[in-house]
């Protein structure tokens, strides 16, 4: 830390130094990131680990459409107006499935199953079913744990009775916001009786674990519109919140130029609604899960992070202790413990594919013995706040994360790096100190708070 950085105080234990916050950093959801994934790694090396598999396996379901476009989303999605792209996706999406099946081992376990997008219930509710019907079938999975990803705005009556038959335990809701200005100015209209009957809908239907996603950093949010969204997150009993800040990178993300870049907040403004938020959360009962999660105390994912469980992949944090997830769908990745692997990202190519009975998976990255060990390190840091760091990589470190141990946001306790309270904001930036990859790559990424 130069002489020079400014230091701000915010609530509580966080320090805004905002020359560790300049550089922006992944999310980390895997390791290698996405940013490094090649064109020489695909279906040949996907196959080979499909048909070595004889584990637990977790599925990930990828549906790119919704009904409407949010100006805000870097999500591969796009709008459900036509019924014929949307059904012919579907039947590509059917024979990925059984494809991927026949590949798979009858000896793996298929125990969950994680529907995302774009928005699931942009297809139809029918739609729905069957492809459920053939994930349980093709894969032979007895009784898997199901969750989907909900935009409240196009969630109809008649998804309550889909939901409750094939026993849907999770779920997570696109909020974002409570503040009707500032829905305006992302383009998500949802008035309040919108989110609160999705939210009676999904209980009266069985879910037991609801998930609400919000986000700070609009254009035109104050701390008060952050709190009022809080407030009400809480008062409908949201069982898991993630609150993310909002990335603007227009240059990256077209729909993103109808987005007022004038009246977003700036870096330390960012940095006191991410720590406002914390606390607030804290202060409710939440246990505070990695550095952009909370979760009530009964719940399964903060149960996790209590008892050193809690893990991180292409959905987040997680409990799910399936060392394998398979990716279905246009743009989903799989993740092996020695492969990632990413699924073609154009729904066209990808329908053409499968009409062909190829896989398509296209790019990735076979992942060393010094890949896994760092990619350990990283996600028990960003998990545990805690981990023990081999001689070789800590001198090579210790250089780097110099400006943080003097910021007291961290500490090596003997052989273990450890991360203090008031650097949990920072833990993506303690973490890229231990990624060789991100020498060329950084402005793909968003900054750390």
């Known amino acids: 830390m130069t002489p ?49 598999e004889t584990g637990e396996v977790s599925l990930y379901v990828h549906i790119p459409f919704c009904e409407k476009i949010c100006w805000y989303c870097g999500c591969n999605t796009s709008v459900a107006n036509r019924k014929d792209r949307v059904a012919s996706y579907l039947d590509a999406l059917h024979r990925e499935v059984e494809l991927v099946a026949e590949h798979l081992p009858n000896a793996s376990r298929v125990t969950r199953i994680a529907f995302g997008g774009g928005s699931p219930n942009g297809i139809s509710p029918i739609d729905f079913v069957r492809l459920v019907d053939t994930l349980t079938l093709q894969f032979g999975a007895s009784r898997p744990v199901i969750s989907v990803e909900l935009d409240p705005r196009t969630l109809r009556p008649d998804w309550a009775s889909v939901i409750a038959a094939v026993g849907m335990e999770r779920a997570s809701l696109g909020v974002q916001t409570f503040a009707p200005h500032l829905q305006q100015a992302i383009g998500r209209v949802q008035p309040v009786t919108m989110i609160e009957n999705a939210t009676a809908m999904l209980r009266g239907a069985g879910v037991h674990s609801l998930n609400f996603d919000l986000m700070y950093g609009l254009p035109g949010q104050t701390m008060a519109d952050l709190r009022g969204s809080l407030e009400q997150t809480v008062a409908l009993g949201a069982d898991r919140i993630a609150l993310f800040g909002y990335a603007h990178v227009p240059h990256l993300i077209a729909r993103q130029r109808k987005i007022d870049a004038s009246a977003l907040p700036d870096a330390e403004t960012r940095f006191r609604m991410a720590a406002f938020g914390y606390e607030f959360l804290v202060g409710e009962g939440y246990v505070p899960v990695g550095f952009d999660h909370f979760a009530r105390p009964d719940d399964s994912l903060a149960q996790a992070a209590l008892s050193g469980r809690l893990r991180r992949n292409f959905q987040g944090f997680t409990e799910d202790q399936a060392p394998v997830v398979i990716g279905l769908g246009s743009s989903s990745i799989s993740s092996f413990p020695d492969l990632l692997v990413q699924n073609e990202k154009n729904t066209g190519r990808y329908r053409m594919m499968l009409s062909q009975d190829r896989l398509t998976a296209n790019r990735g990255v076979v992942r060393s013995a010094e890949d896994r060990r760092r990619a350990a390190v990283i996600e028990k840091l960003l998990c545990q706040g805690r981990v023990r760091v081999d001689p070789d990589l800590r001198r090579e470190a210790r250089p780097m994360l110099a400006p943080y141990l003097d910021a007291r946001l961290c500490e090596f306790d003997g052989a273990d790096l450890v991360i203090l309270p008031g650097g949990v904001p920072y833990a993506r930036s303690i973490a890229a100190r231990f990624d060789p990859y991100r020498k060329d790559s950084l402005r793909r990424f968003s900054s750390a708070v």
Do not use: I, K, N, Q
């Open 4 to 52: 020079r950085a400014a230091r701000a105080m915010v609530p509580g234990m966080w320090t805004y130094l905002p020359d560790l916050l300049a550089v922006p950093v992944p999310r980390y959801t895997s390791f290698p990131t996405a940013a490094d994934f090649g064109e020489g790694v695909g279906a040949g090396e996907f196959m080979h680990a499909l048909e070595g």
